[in-house]
């Protein structure tokens, strides 16, 4: 059945999860994953928590936020996991937008007075801490305000369905306000399954955690799927670089899936000796530039498969496969369980190597936004040909020789210089294969003659200098004139979203409002 319950599928004996917090690492099997989530659940639904009961989880990666989770959906309840770093007007803005019944928090929150804590009570959702209780050695859930949920009847231990909502999340916020996607049962497992095959994933894998898991792309690939696999995962809180080989050879991790920044950032330490057999490593979420891509496998000896995800498709869209198929640089692969087609705006097929918007059919695929009628009227496109109904990406792309998915970037972040569309990603890629430059986000900037021009931010790499033309007279080199920057923006750091992502709106106010 497509349920989560059902789609774990570990022997009981077997590692689920490793945390590796110093001095003791906490090691749990399958057994005791199932027995304790079991447990979590009676726990919500002494509190009163049952179908569709939106609880939002605001912790840090662990062992805590893995049961919750779980536990959550296996109650016919929706998860609602929320980034523990956010502010508390953040904490507001996601709490009132999902409606949460009650808010997880760490340990010591309550008594802190913590931004999570504030925003709960302020929308009159209970409040528990929640946090592995080593003396008990069980999961807490430790009740501070009922808030809302004051007065309500237990509910039963329920039994999810495949098209009960599971789990709600927001999109990045990329081009406009973020939209809240609800994703089943349903979308899920099929994910589970997608991810599995395309990456072959077995009991013998140890998955190396270091997304978070408040984003499809940690929760769906490094989470849910290797439990579906019967692997298990290493769960550290949170990224570190100094730490992470360290925990990946000392817990027997084999691979691991980021966003390029976390690959960029790895790439600045030292590779660690020896280095551990790595079966592939996973890039996704933004577009990994070819330099990286080479720099990597290079690196760290293994293959690199770069993967094509979004909220609405929880996760996985497309993948390059696995060795001894081509992986091409510069692609996102090919469909994985999903039907991939490049569309224009009637439903027609662009011919072969032609760009048109990214559309795309599977079972992982959310039924539509949650109160959000403008932007469904918007998400959907009928196949001219076959009628079916396709989600929009809202990003723009081509098949290549090979059938291999090329991104060419967001149709609302392409560049118009008086009618010329200009890629950003394409002049990404190509600033940053200057020797100088570490890293190159493009935009477009307002223009009296064309509309718009192409703007650029540029990070150097550390002691480098380089002159605006010499930066000019590279990219002449290498692109049509047209597309040369007209404005670059030298700048030490580049703004990011919490998980890594670049938000190309962002980063053109922020660079247009300095260099004013
Ligand atoms: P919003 O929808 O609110 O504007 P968002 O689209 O950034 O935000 P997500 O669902 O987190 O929210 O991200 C999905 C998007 O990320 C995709 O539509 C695509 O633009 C981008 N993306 C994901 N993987 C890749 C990749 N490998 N290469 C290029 N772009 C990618
Ligand atoms: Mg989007």
Redesign the pocket.
């Known amino acids: 059945m497509a349920t989560l319950q059902s789609a774990i599928n570990g022997v009981a004996s077997s590692t689920a999860v490793i945390v590796p917090s110093r001095p003791n690492p906490l090691a749990v099997t399958y057994r005791d994953l199932l027995s304790e989530c079991a447990s979590f659940q009676r726990k919500l639904a002494a509190l009163g928590i049952g179908r569709a009961s939106p609880v939002s989880i605001a912790l840090v990666n662990s062992y805590e936020f893995v049961v919750s989770f779980l536990a959550t959906s296996w109650q016919r309840a929706v998860a609602a996991p929320l980034n523990p770093a956010y502010k508390q007007d953040e904490f507001e803005f996601y709490i009132e937008d999902v409606k949460s019944a009650v808010v997880l928090v760490p340990r010591g929150a309550w008594d802190a007075g913590a931004p999570s804590v504030r925003a709960a009570r302020k929308f009159n959702a209970a409040v528990a801490e929640c946090y592995w209780d080593a003396a008990k050695g069980e999961v807490a859930l430790d009740v501070k305000d009922l808030g809302q949920l004051k007065g309500r009847s237990e509910e039963k231990v329920l039994s999810a369905l495949p098209d009960d909502v599971a789990l709600v999340l927001h999109?990045?916020?990329?081009?406009?306000r973020?939209?809240v996607v609800p994703l089943t049962h349903r979308n899920l497992t099929r994910t589970m399954k997608n991810i599995q095959a395309t990456y072959q994933l077995t009991p013998k894998d140890r998955t190396m955690l270091v997304m978070p898991l408040f984003?499809v792309h940690g929760l769906l690939c490094a989470l849910l799927a290797p439990l579906h696999s019967g692997g298990s995962l290493v769960v550290p809180p949170k990224f570190s670089a100094t730490d992470f080989w360290r925990d990946f050879a000392a817990h027997g991790a084999n691979w691991y899936t980021a966003v390029p920044t976390i690959h960029q950032i790895l790439l600045r330490h030292p590779a660690p000796t020896p280095l551990p057999a790595i079966r592939f490593i996973r890039?996704?979420?933004?577009?990994?530039s070819p330099t990286v891509f080479h720099q990597l496998e290079a690196a760290f000896k293994a293959p690199v498969l770069?993967?094509?995800?979004?909220?609405?498709a929880a996760h996985q869209m497309t993948s390059n496969p696995l060795p001894p198929a081509k992986r091409k640089p510069g692609t996102?692969g090919v469909g994985q369980g999903v039907e991939v087609k490049v569309l224009n705006s009637k439903g027609e097929e662009a011919p072969r190597g032609a760009e048109g918007e990214v559309c795309i059919r599977g079972k992982n695929v959310t039924a539509g936004y949650l109160n959000n009628p403008s932007a469904n009227a918007e998400a959907f496109v009928t196949h001219a040909e076959t009628g079916e109904k396709f989600f929009r990406?809202?990003?723009q792309g081509r098949l290549d020789e090979d059938g291999y998915l090329v991104?060419t970037g967001?149709i609302k972040e392409l560049i118009n210089k008086g009618g010329e569309k200009i890629s950003p990603?394409e002049l990404d890629n190509a600033l940053a294969r200057h020797p100088a430059v570490a890293e190159a986000v493009s935009f477009a900037v307002p223009d009296d003659l064309y509309g718009q021009e192409v703007g650029v931010a540029v990070v150097l790499k550390k002691g480098e200098r380089l002159a605006e033309d010499e930066l000019r007279a590279w990219a002449a080199e290498r692109l049509a004139k047209f597309k040369v920057p007209k404005k670059i923006y030298f700048t030490e750091v580049m703004p990011k979203t919490a998980t890594g992502?670049i938000q190309r709106r962002i980063v053109a106010e922020m660079m247009q409002k300095q260099g004013a």
């Open positions: 999109t990045s916020g990329t081009t406009s973020p939209k984003h890039s996704c979420s933004s577009p990994l770069e993967a094509y995800a979004m909220t609405e996102v990406t809202g990003d991104i967001r990603i992502k």
